[in-house]
């Protein structure tokens, strides 16, 4: 009689739990996953995936009114907040479907209920069955981070964004980071009148300063108003259902919908890690070694819930890796060098490696080339919105340590150039390498 009944049992079926789990299976492992809500977890279900979508959706309100530059008669144009809303569910459960099957595939077992640790080897579910397990793996991801001020419960986050009833007129976004951002400009696009509130003074923290100003100074352009240094005092709801919005520093604001972007948390409360011994931190993350083994030898932890770096690839990676590990008899780590990041704002940003500041202090002598350029799609519809390209290089050698770049489809000519930095290319490879003309990616092998 085997001694545990599964070799791997997964609290989580998120992007990371899902590849962890079914990579465990194909190496020969009896593996469950323990999930209360949806298979797909952040991403799939209330996180980049349908967010994208909407993205997608806000972005026929600049290209509908620009068609007519092109020769389009369009006419008039109205949006129905509804049918892009309730297509994206949809799609949103067409994908959990997926990925359910990728784990009935695998030979995964799927169990649809709360699961709780209850000794190094034992997970226990919401009916009470308990359940051993070799290994236990926490892949439970992160949630959205409500500040405490009276009123709170007025607001929602971005999990509600995608199931509201209809679209707000006005519509205060809290935070200063890329959730913050990239609602603001869904929102924006939708017609909605958008003010971002910020403590500080300072926009989407750890991308390059040149980038952050561009978007700044383009959001302004757009109507977008920013509200900086600013706490909330508190939320009350008005006899008409508004929301009055008293806060630091400004006069009191009335909008339709407050929506915090104001972090996330690792999702580890009531799981009795603690209590088992596995080490928290301040925020409740799951501390773990590079193997993404925490303080107890039987428990591991890979995605938002250990506050690395919250990125769905990279969780992806920890759960393939961690799979390696323990399974395959190939003990394997993920590099957290060089990850590329975007920003699905309006226009998008992008960026890999040390910002220009960040290669100051840690280089000293550096070369910054740069770009600003209007895209030629811009010109044609007589959009004023420049383009930046940014490509910071160490002094000596002239190796690529960043590429920091904002405008139209940046995310995507990024993932390209981010092979360059991984792989430790200079800039005279860029200049040896001939232009594809007319793009604006051709801009990163012309730059001087």
């Not at 009470?128 to 405490?148: E, Q």
């Not at 580890?268 to 928290?280: D, H, Q, R």
């Not at 780590?333 to 699905?344: L, Q």
């Not at 405008?407 to 360059?420: C, N, S």
Request: net charge negative; aromatic share 6%.
């Amino acid at each position: 009689m085997a001694e545990h009944e599964y070799d791997l049992v997964t609290i989580g079926a998120g992007s990371g739990g899902v590849r962890a789990s079914r990579a465990a299976a194909a190496l020969g492992a009896k593996v469950a996953v323990a999930e209360e809500h949806q298979v797909g977890g952040t991403c799939v279900i209330r996180g980049c995936v349908p967010k994208k979508m909407l993205v997608y959706g806000a972005h026929f309100a600049e290209d509908l009114h620009d068609a007519g530059k092109f020769g389009w008669s369009v006419g008039e144009c109205r949006f129905d907040w509804t049918v892009l809303r309730d297509n994206v569910l949809a799609e949103v459960q067409r994908l959990s479907g997926l990925y359910t099957q990728t784990l009935e595939n695998h030979g995964v077992t799927l169990l649809e209920e709360r699961a709780r640790v209850t000794g190094p080897n034992e997970v226990t579910l919401a009916s009470g069955r308990a359940i051993s397990a070799k290994h236990i793996l926490i892949a439970t991801g992160a949630r959205p981070h409500v500040p405490d001020c009276p009123g709170h419960e007025h607001g929602i986050t971005s999990n509600e964004a995608f199931h509201l009833e209809a679209l707000p007129r006005r519509v205060l976004i809290a935070g200063g980071g890329y959730i913050a951002n990239e609602f603001a400009g869904i929102f924006h696009q939708f017609g909605a009148k958008v003010t971002i509130i910020n403590r500080s003074d300072q926009l989407l923290r750890g991308y390059d300063e040149s980038m952050r100003d561009r978007l700044l100074q383009i959001s302004l352009m757009k109507g977008i108003d920013f509200r900086f240094n600013a706490s909330f005092r508190g939320i009350e709801k008005l006899d008409d259902g508004a929301l009055l919005v008293s806060m630091t520093g400004h006069d009191d604001l009335a909008v339709d919908c407050v929506m915090f972007a104001t972090g996330r948390l690792p999702n580890t409360e009531g799981l009795g890690l603690a209590e088992v011994g596995v080490e928290l931190g301040p925020r409740g993350e799951i501390r773990v070694d590079r193997f993404s083994k925490s303080r107890v030898d039987s428990i591991h932890a890979v995605g938002d819930v250990t506050d690395r770096v919250q990125l769905t690839p990279v969780a992806i990676r920890e759960g393939q890796a961690l799979a390696e590990t323990l399974f395959g008899n190939n003990p394997t780590s993920v590099s957290y060098d060089a990850i590329p990041s975007a920003v699905f704002s309006h226009p998008p940003i992008a960026g890999v490696g040390m910002t220009e500041s960040e290669a100051r202090n840690t280089l000293g002598s550096i070369r910054v080339y740069q770009s600003d350029f209007r895209p030629m799609k811009n010109v044609l519809a007589g959009r004023t919105e420049r383009s930046l390209y940014k490509m910071i290089c160490e002094g000596d050698n002239g190796r690529i340590v960043g590429i920091h770049m904002i405008g139209p489809d940046a995310p995507e000519i990024m993932q390209a150039a981010a092979v360059a930095v991984k792989a430790g290319l200079t800039k005279a490879d860029f200049d040896a390498t001939v232009a594809i003309h007319p793009t604006m990616a051709e801009e990163l092998v012309l730059l001087r």
